[in-house]
């Protein structure tokens, strides 16, 4: 397959690559084998439409050279020897001409809906769609649970110079949340040590010299992560309106007997804060959402004494001047930012819920059908011996481990190649696009998908064609045709 590229003084220019040498490079440290399994399948789960099988992907990838057994697809996650982690630094080092002097990463968890019993890892976890949406005041307050697969993800935020939003979140890191009942005690992890363990992870990719922010939920707002932040490293988040803070222990007076006090007095929580009066609120305008809106905030800082008794923390209450919306409350262990950058860093955490919501409409995320757990055996006799391993010894396992981890390193590399080819192929892409839609220089995730799907079946379509009757022209196969459209 012919590569179009253009070199200059040697090397290729990071806008002229191509989306198919962009995967090589990120396959670079597996074995010859593996790293060509895995930029056919990686292409072919781009160009393919509809359910995200392996299967369906395997289809597109013997357009791309796959000649072998269709098993050989399957052992690219349960058996090759690669590793997600060194992929999600290659990823990094990609994004990296688009990051600015301060790198926002943000933490959350997704459910990815699983059936079956013998799928390896699954368990019952709470369902946010379905919780969300139970409007009922009957039910309020309850939650709803669906069985498959929790997954923690930590991803960076991009943007470049030209474009006018708050950008795309790329994944890099994905680690699998097991519920304690099934599996072993001695590998039970919490949501929050994953996130803890993925933060210092990337805080090793970065120079010292640059500060991460790290933007989380409630739930990992919390002791866990906060005592584990690596020097350089902050964090943001919302916190409950009774978040009790402690001003800093008085000087010990000379000659004072006693133990030495380790807090000062007790400070108003944000819910005392917003009912007295006295309260002296400052008016600010934030951008927030896409939207310039005017908010009223609070602030004071002070030891969250339950959480990091150690460490000196901000807390901002935020609340509407109109009356619409109930205040909230932010914790942030940054003391310098000013308030307007800390609402609007929180604002954009929202990015990683916009980005798993691509990868699974766009790019079947979870939609996978590998990773069952294997034994010997009478079905009951099976579950017997399931129930007393919990998950250990199964051959699912890094099937299950791995198969996330490449579709959302599937969702960064179209991210990755789309803004580096955006401004050459904004023109082809938007051809047929309203005039609202032209005038922006936002492009949407569909658009980069369009352009790397573009890229990848233009060679399935002669420029030039032979001289030749057209009657003898190999045909174009149909399904990549279809992508192609």
Same mark, same amino acid.
């Given at each position: 397959?012919?590569? #179009?590229?253009?070199?200059?003084?040697?090397?290729?220019?990071?806008?002229?690559?191509?989306?198919?040498?962009?995967?090589?490079?990120?396959?670079?440290?597996?074995?010859?084998?593996?790293?060509?399994?895995?930029?056919?399948?990686?292409?072919?789960?781009?160009?393919?439409?509809?359910?995200?099988?392996?299967?369906?992907?395997?289809?597109? @990838?013997?357009?791309?050279?796959?000649?072998?057994?269709?098993?050989?697809?399957?052992?690219?996650?349960?058996?090759?020897?690669?590793?997600?982690?060194?992929?999600?630094?290659?990823?990094?080092?990609?994004?990296?001409?688009?990051?600015?002097?301060?790198?926002?990463?943000?933490?959350?968890?997704?459910?990815?809906?699983?059936?079956?019993?013998?799928?390896?890892?699954?368990?019952?976890?709470?369902?946010?769609?379905?919780?969300?949406?139970?409007?009922?005041?009957?039910? @309020?307050?309850?939650?709803?649970?669906?069985?498959?697969?929790?997954?923690?993800?930590?991803?960076?935020?991009?943007? =470049?110079?030209?474009?006018?939003?708050?950008?795309?979140?790329?994944?890099?890191?994905?680690?699998?949340?097991?519920?304690?009942?099934?599996? =072993?005690?001695?590998?039970?992890?919490?949501?929050?040590?994953?996130?803890?363990?993925?933060?210092?992870?990337?805080?090793?990719?970065?120079?010292?010299?640059?500060?991460?922010?790290?933007?989380?939920?409630?739930?990992?707002?919390?002791?866990?992560?906060?005592?584990?932040?690596?020097?350089?490293?902050?964090?943001?988040? $919302?916190?409950?309106?009774?978040?009790?803070?402690?001003?800093?222990?008085? +000087? +010990?007076?000379?000659?004072?007997?006693?133990?030495?006090?380790?807090?000062?007095?007790?400070?108003?929580?944000?819910?005392?804060?917003?009912?007295?009066?006295?309260?002296?609120?400052?008016?600010?305008?934030?951008?927030?959402?896409?939207?310039?809106?005017?908010?009223?905030?609070?602030?004071?800082?002070?030891?969250?004494?339950?959480? @990091?008794?150690?460490?000196?923390?901000?807390?901002?209450?935020?609340?509407?001047?109109?009356?619409?919306?109930?205040?909230?409350?932010?914790?942030?262990?940054?003391?310098?930012?000013?308030?307007?950058?800390?609402?609007?860093?929180?604002?954009?955490?929202?990015?990683?819920?916009?980005?798993?919501?691509? @990868?699974?409409?766009?790019?079947?995320?979870?939609?996978?059908?590998?990773?069952?757990?294997?034994?010997?055996?009478? =079905?009951?006799?099976? #579950?017997?011996? +399931?129930?007393?391993?919990?998950?250990?010894?199964?051959?699912?396992?890094?099937?299950?481990?791995?198969?996330?981890?490449?579709?959302?390193?599937?969702?960064?590399?179209?991210?990755?190649?789309?803004?580096?080819?955006?401004?050459?192929?904004?023109?082809?892409?938007?051809?047929?696009?309203?005039?609202?839609?032209?005038?922006?220089?936002?492009?949407?995730?569909?658009?980069?998908?369009?352009?790397?799907?573009?890229?990848?079946?233009?060679?399935?379509?002669?420029?030039?064609? $032979?001289?030749?009757?057209?009657?003898?022209?190999?045909?174009?196969?149909?399904?990549?045709?279809?992508?192609?459209?």
């Amino acid at each position: 397959m012919k590569r #179009r590229t253009q070199r200059s003084g040697g090397e290729t220019e990071p806008s002229k690559r191509s989306l198919l040498d962009l995967l090589s490079r990120l396959g670079r440290d597996c074995t010859s084998s593996t790293r060509e399994n895995f930029v056919q399948i990686a292409a072919g789960m781009i160009l393919g439409r509809g359910r995200g099988w392996i299967s369906r992907a395997l289809r597109f @990838a013997v357009y791309f050279g796959f000649a072998k057994h269709h098993s050989a697809g399957y052992r690219l996650f349960s058996r090759a020897p690669w590793c997600a982690d060194a992929i999600g630094r290659l990823i990094f080092e990609a994004v990296s001409q688009w990051l600015g002097d301060t790198i926002e990463i943000a933490v959350d968890d997704t459910l990815c809906r699983r059936t079956g019993r013998h799928v390896w890892g699954a368990g019952t976890h709470v369902d946010p769609l379905t919780t969300i949406y139970k409007n009922d005041a009957r039910v @309020a307050g309850k939650k709803a649970f669906a069985w498959g697969h929790s997954w923690v993800v930590l991803s960076l935020r991009v943007c =470049p110079s030209w474009f006018d939003g708050p950008g795309f979140a790329v994944p890099l890191l994905a680690r699998l949340y097991r519920a304690k009942r099934s599996c =072993p005690s001695e590998e039970y992890v919490k949501r929050t040590e994953l996130a803890a363990e993925m933060v210092r992870l990337f805080r090793s990719w970065v120079p010292s010299g640059r500060e991460v922010h790290v933007a989380g939920d409630r739930e990992y707002v919390c002791r866990t992560v906060i005592r584990a932040l690596p020097k350089g490293t902050q964090l943001l988040g $919302p916190a409950a309106m009774d978040t009790r803070f402690y001003a800093r222990a008085p +000087r +010990r007076k000379r000659g004072q007997r006693g133990r030495p006090r380790k807090r000062g007095r007790q400070l108003a929580s944000p819910t005392e804060l917003v009912s007295d009066k006295r309260t002296r609120w400052k008016k600010v305008r934030v951008r927030i959402y896409s939207s310039i809106v005017a908010l009223e905030v609070c602030t004071q800082a002070g030891l969250w004494y339950t959480v @990091a008794p150690d460490r000196l923390c901000r807390m901002i209450v935020v609340r509407d001047p109109s009356g619409r919306y109930s205040p909230r409350t932010l914790v942030t262990t940054d003391l310098d930012s000013d308030v307007t950058d800390v609402i609007e860093r929180h604002s954009r955490r929202w990015l990683i819920e916009v980005a798993f919501r691509q @990868a699974k409409q766009h790019l079947g995320l979870g939609q996978a059908q590998n990773g069952w757990e294997k034994g010997e055996g009478t =079905p009951m006799e099976r #579950r017997r011996e +399931r129930d007393r391993l919990k998950g250990r010894g199964h051959h699912g396992r890094s099937a299950v481990e791995k198969t996330v981890p490449f579709q959302f390193i599937v969702h960064a590399a179209v991210i990755a190649h789309g803004l580096a080819a955006w401004p050459r192929s904004r023109e082809r892409v938007r051809r047929w696009a309203p005039a609202w839609a032209r005038r922006t220089d936002r492009p949407s995730f569909e658009e980069l998908l369009a352009t790397c799907r573009a890229e990848l079946a233009e060679h399935a379509f002669s420029a030039h064609p $032979p001289r030749s009757r057209v009657a003898r022209n190999a045909p174009v196969p149909l399904h990549i045709g279809l992508a192609a459209a």
